[in-house]
């Protein structure tokens, strides 16, 4: 016969308390985990609805969260560099970033969260530096545009230095279905983006990759006869 659990006062848990302290013990299904599939799709669908919410504040307060955009070669706009990204114009540029976003950011999140954390932040800073020194006079330079192409500059270059089947695998899916993003990277007008941005980002991510997978020369003397 099973002793009934009992609190720190030595007295039965009800049925009501047991089933909280249950609940208060159970940890996230691994499935569920940001860096597996099925979590990773609910964390990154969670950050489009947070950022489809900052499009509606945004609209419903006269579009004055955009005055934190990225303002080029201006000090007020230097924290446009850390906000830019979860800022958009309208419903019309989210929308055109939505599907490489849910995309690139959950085959980032399944890659690790180690690889996300760094990969995000640099092309994060680094896109948005290069739009805040370079970028026209008097534009607001807005979006996540810069993350989007530095996640797919990494994805590709993953494969071509780490030489993993899985890897290649997508990067050869991705460049089937959005071959045509590649022409972001090269000089264009755009309201609200800007192309050294992205082509900042894109280039960041595939100097992460090298850095982080390319199978570098470690051979080392190991003395006459031994394999390196």
């Given at each position: 016969?099973?002793?009934?659990?009992?609190?720190?006062?030595?007295?039965?848990?009800?049925?009501s308390?047991?089933?909280?302290?249950q609940?208060?013990?159970?940890?996230?299904?691994?499935?569920?985990?940001?860096?597996?599939?099925?979590?990773?799709?609910?964390?990154?669908?969670?950050?489009?609805?947070?950022?489809?919410i900052?499009?509606v504040?945004?609209?419903?307060?006269?579009?004055?969260?955009?005055?934190?955009?990225?303002?080029p070669?201006?000090?007020?706009?230097?924290?446009g560099?850390?906000?830019?990204?979860?800022?958009?114009?309208?419903?019309?540029?989210?929308?055109?970033?939505?599907?490489?976003?849910?995309?690139?950011?959950?085959?980032?999140?399944i890659?690790?969260?180690?690889?996300?954390?760094v990969?995000?932040?640099?092309?994060?800073?680094a896109?948005?530096?290069?739009?805040?020194?370079?970028a026209?006079?008097g534009?607001?330079?807005?979006?996540?545009?810069?993350?989007?192409?530095?996640?797919?500059?990494?994805?590709?270059?993953?494969?071509?230095?780490?030489?993993?089947?899985?890897?290649?695998g997508?990067?050869?899916?991705?460049?089937?279905?959005?071959?045509?993003?590649?022409?972001?990277?090269?000089?264009?007008?755009?309201?609200?983006?800007?192309?050294?941005?992205?082509?900042?980002?894109?280039?960041?991510?595939?100097?992460?990759?090298?850095?982080?997978?390319?199978?570098?020369?470690?051979?080392?003397?190991?003395?006459?006869?031994?394999p390196?």
């Amino acid at each position: 016969m099973s002793t009934p659990a009992t609190g720190p006062s030595g007295r039965p848990l009800t049925k009501s308390e047991l089933r909280r302290q249950q609940l208060a013990q159970t940890t996230l299904r691994p499935g569920l985990r940001p860096t597996r599939p099925a979590g990773a799709a609910v964390s990154i669908l969670g950050v489009l609805v947070a950022l489809w919410i900052v499009v509606v504040v945004d609209a419903q307060l006269d579009h004055r969260l955009l005055r934190f955009g990225i303002k080029p070669r201006q000090v007020a706009g230097l924290p446009g560099i850390l906000l830019a990204p979860v800022l958009h114009a309208d419903a019309r540029q989210l929308g055109a970033n939505a599907i490489p976003l849910v995309i690139f950011g959950w085959i980032m999140l399944i890659s690790g969260a180690r690889y996300l954390a760094v990969v995000t932040a640099a092309v994060w800073l680094a896109s948005g530096a290069v739009s805040w020194l370079v970028a026209p006079s008097g534009e607001l330079v807005l979006g996540a545009a810069g993350v989007i192409f530095g996640w797919l500059g990494y994805v590709l270059a993953r494969a071509w230095y780490g030489r993993k089947l899985v890897w290649i695998g997508i990067a050869v899916a991705v460049l089937c279905v959005f071959s045509s993003m590649l022409l972001g990277l090269l000089p264009h007008g755009g309201s609200h983006s800007f192309w050294a941005g992205q082509l900042a980002g894109f280039v960041t991510g595939v100097a992460l990759a090298w850095l982080l997978h390319a199978r570098h020369d470690r051979r080392v003397a190991r003395g006459p006869g031994l394999p390196a």
